[in-house]
């Protein structure tokens, strides 16, 4: 693959820079993040920084107002007052560290009303999917309604989806065209997360264009996948798009946040997760304004390896509530 | 990376500085919760990883080792110990005995009597057998060996546990294949065993060098003696359990320590039909003078300058790891490894600016602890050369580069550095440290990178990094090094024969062609 130019609305050129990945050494090297032993103080540091950079997530076909309201009540308190207190009860020494809420809900439009109403003064973010999600294949301007629906429901993060289709094929300028018009949607309103679908795009070259020219466009967060397609988030890929927000920073000054999503059910993954970004991007990158895991059975994963990590035992499961 | 526009770049810095101005305007009336903006500077975790050491209960230490002769630990003759030394923490570990010329010839001759009565008479298949057996050993008490290793010679416990261990039961099992079809390997050819074998290895990867040593040599159907370096023992002498465990023959193997004189007094054996040497070039060119006289079988192995060569069109954040493999792996005492990076003038800045960032990340320190990259320079002799040398470096101008890490106040420890803008001539460029300093220069166009890659007295191995396949070949076809590796670095595997040019030595170990040092073929 070449370099590719697209046209910026205002007529300019841009390029897109080839830059080859090798697969192998990539595949390599983001094992090497797996192989950190993370203990003590600094795994807590950890799977609490993880609990806020949660993207809760729920994209069902059947979604209801009701499971939404769980999903929320969940992101606000991810844990009863009892979780504390018992855990109190078996580490007395400790100074239990309160659980902070998730990062955000992630929702299809339909359910942005009932989830804004639900987050009202929580500090939880409400992140909708949009754009024809997930497979991306309508019009623009359905696109665009379905945005801006979100944005008046109250989405202040939008999690739009790129056309896949018109990547493969080489349309470029199609793909750079509807993030553009996208952001312009979201501009003052919502924060853009762009999913390029990475087990769709199959090769890293492509994931690393891809990841480029969403920056380009406006993207304020690069997301690896719907969650929808096998595989999803995987730590190579993840490593590709890390690297990428890196150089875009080096030339631009543009810090672009990361959302690897799909696939990270254990805090053991959110883990080597983190440990990447710090190795990769380092600490400007460790904070939920940068950094989001789309994910819904990890959050349990994470309190119970809290409490283990406080109590020196796991807890029954059955503490935790399912959402 | 490749010019992008700069009008676009004002553009969109403009646009993302207006944004974050109308955001805070608006934020206040927003209903919702507020917006996550990056805009604003946020302190993100600082993420300090605790201390996560492997735990040294599981070695017992002996009082003292002896010498293992003809399947026992004897004392030595000249009732001389020397001390192991931790380097990581100048700790004592172990006292070892001194082979004294005449504990050499008794171990010789336990070899020479073990050859002649037991290993020689035993079939392939009964060979391979123990072969086999020692390599399920090497598995079952891994993290013994590599503990005992990290322990001994100051390197990380990832790499003894990810690298020198499991490869070195792998050639355990990858010769004891051989063992039984010797006359396969060489079509039409009559092979037999050559006798007793004097081996001598070095420190940077003790136990390693004993499995490429021993396995090949057991599977031809020879005796051996062999001597690991003084300043890593220990495993080696923990191996010769694991001969006993395994019940092999008595004097099959017959592991003697000491220093230079002990190793003189093998190389100077006149029943020794082969000397295998892996070490320093000043010792190679000696020991094959002493040999030169007589009937002696030889192959040596030993340093180099290697060039890892990257081309503009290479995957540039996978060949940054290479360059960090190549020299950074096992503190730089690798003989293979790349200590000369040579880097295509036109992504020479992009690649030392992502050298640089990926430095930071490597973690010096405890080689127990299991988040350790670099651990401890083997010993002080080591030290003390490295730095005389970085000293000396300094002096001939370039830029001199240094990660910022923080080192144990005990033990031998050294930044990982490097070298750039020094002359080809420089004694960086030309002569081996054998530690984590890197030699930096660039070059114009491939035929520059082939002549700039061969400008050496070595010719061990060399990386080549480019996307371009033709680009590839045509490189590795130039160069004058025995191993050569595209797009990566420092891959170890018990088929692929390794080995070296000019000063870098002779003779092939490893693959089919590590079995023709050590069997006559008619």
């Known amino acids: 693959m070449a370099s590719v130019s697209v046209r910026m609305p205002g007529g300019s050129k841009i390029t897109i820079p080839h830059y080859p990945i090798d697969m192998i050494g990539a595949n390599e090297r983001a094992s090497t993040f797996t192989k950190r032993s993370i203990k003590k103080e600094s795994k807590l540091d950890a799977l609490y920084t993880a609990i806020t950079m949660t993207d809760l997530t729920t994209l069902e076909g059947a979604d209801t107002p009701g499971k939404v309201e769980q999903l929320c009540g969940k992101a606000i308190h991810p844990v009863p007052d009892q979780f504390m207190q018992e855990l109190q009860r078996l580490a007395p020494s400790r100074t239990i560290r309160p659980i902070p809420h998730v990062g955000a809900i992630c929702v299809y439009p339909e359910q942005v009303p009932i989830a804004a109403r639900c987050l009202e003064g929580s500090g939880v973010e409400l992140a909708s999917v949009a754009t024809a999600f997930p497979a991306g294949q309508l019009p623009l301007d359905i696109k665009l309604r379905d945005v801006k629906r979100a944005v008046k429901f109250g989405a202040t993060e939008i999690d739009m989806v790129i056309d896949r289709g018109a990547f493969l094929r080489g349309d470029f300028q199609k793909v750079f065209d509807e993030i553009v018009a996208v952001k312009d949607v979201c501009e003052d309103n919502a924060h853009l997360k762009v999913i390029l679908e990475t087990g769709e795009l ?46 875009y920073y080096q030339e631009t000054g543009i810090k672009i946040g990361m959302k690897p999503a799909g696939g990270i059910r254990t805090a053991k993954q ?19 304004t940068m950094f989001r895991f789309g994910a819904s059975s990890l959050l349990n994963d994470l309190l119970r390896q809290i409490f283990k990590q406080y109590s020196g035992q796991y807890y029954y499961d059955d503490i935790f509530s399912l959402d | 990376m490749t010019k992008k526009k700069t009008d676009k770049k004002k553009v969109a810095k403009k646009k993302t500085a207006k944004k974050a101005t109308k955001k805070v305007a608006k934020k206040t009336t927003k209903k919702m919760t507020k917006s ?10 600082v993420f300090d990883y605790d201390p996560a050491p492997e735990s040294s209960a599981i070695i017992t230490f002996k009082k003292k080792y002896d010498l293992f002769i003809g399947g026992k630990f004897v004392a030595p003759e000249s009732g001389k110990y020397m001390t192991s030394i931790n ?30 009565t037991s290993w020689s008479k035993l079939s392939g298949a009964e060979r391979g057998k123990y072969l086999y057996r020692i390599a399920r050993i090497l598995q079952e008490r891994a993290r013994e060996f590599a503990v005992l290793e990290t322990m001994d010679g100051g390197k990380p416990i990832k790499e003894s546990r990810d690298v020198d261990i499991p490869l070195a039961a792998a050639h355990f099992f990858y010769y004891a294949g051989w063992a039984d079809k010797l006359e396969y390997a060489f079509p039409g050819k009559k092979v037999s065993s050559i006798g007793v074998c004097g081996q001598i290895i070095p420190w940077n990867f003790p136990l390693l060098m004993a499995a490429w040593k021993i396995a090949p040599a057991l599977a031809a159907g020879n005796t051996i003696v062999i001597k690991p370096a003084e300043q890593t023992p220990l495993t080696a002498l923990l191996l010769a359990e694991v001969c006993q465990e395994a019940e092999l023959p008595e004097g099959v193997v017959n592991i003697i320590t000491g220093a230079g004189e002990t190793g003189a007094a093998i190389v100077n054996h006149k029943d020794v039909n082969k000397i295998a040497f892996t070490g320093s070039t000043a010792v190679g ?58 880097v295509e003038e036109s992504v020479r800045d992009v690649v030392l600016k992502k050298l640089k960032k990926r ?5 010096v320190g405890n080689p127990l602890d299991k988040n350790t990259d670099v651990g401890a320079i083997n010993s002080k002799e080591q030290y003390d050369q490295i730095t005389k040398m970085v ?28 070298f750039a803008h020094q002359s080809a001539s420089s004694l960086i460029s030309r002569v081996e440290v054998f530690g984590p300093v890197l030699s930096i220069s660039s070059f114009r166009t491939p035929d520059e990178a082939i002549t700039k890659a061969n400008d050496t007295n070595y010719g061990l ?54 079995l023709h040092p050590y069997l006559e073929i008619k």
């Open chain 2, 461 to 514: 191995a060399a990386g080549i990094w480019s996307e371009k396949g033709s680009k590839i070949h045509k490189t590795a076809g130039s160069l004058k090094a025995g191993i050569i590796w595209a797009n990566t670095y420092n891959k170890f595997d018990p088929t692929s024969p390794f080995g070296g040019y000019f000063e870098s030595g002779y003779g092939r170990e490893g693959g089919l062609q590590g």
């Open chain 1, 202 to 247: 199959k090769t890293y070259d492509n994931v690393r264009l891809a990841s480029w020219m969403a920056m380009e466009a406006g993207a304020d967060f690069i997301k690896t996948s719907t969650g929808k397609v096998a595989p999803a988030a995987t730590m190579p890929v993840t490593l590709i798009m890390l690297q990428a927000i890196w150089d």
């Open chain 2, 391 to 418: 000293a000396a470096g300094k002096k001939e101008g370039g830029e001199f580069y240094q990660a910022e890490c923080s080192l144990p106040r005990k033990g031998y420890f050294h930044a990982p550095s490097y």
């Open chain 2, 285 to 342: 060119k000696l020991i094959a003078k002493s040999i030169a006289k007589t009937n002696k079988k030889l192959t040596l192995e030993l340093g180099g300058k290697s060039a890892n060569i990257i081309f503009e069109d290479a995957a540039l954040d996978q060949a940054v790891e290479g360059i960090i493999n190549g020299i950074y792996f096992n503190q730089g005492h690798v003989c293979c490894a790349g200590s000369r990076l040579l």
């Open chain 2, 359 to 363: 430095m930071s990340t490597l973690r």
């Open chain 2, 36 to 45: 996550s903006t990056k805009k604003k500077s946020v302190k993100g975790l």
């Open chain 1, 270 to 288: 959110a883990v080597h997760y983190l440990v990447m970004v710090n190795e990769v991007l380092g600490s400007d990158w460790l904070h939920p």
């Open chain 2, 87 to 116: 380097p990581a923490t100048t700790e004592s570990l172990a006292r070892f005995a001194v082979a004294s010329e005449k504990d050499v010839d008794t171990a010789v001759k336990a070899a020479r009597k073990a050859y002649q």
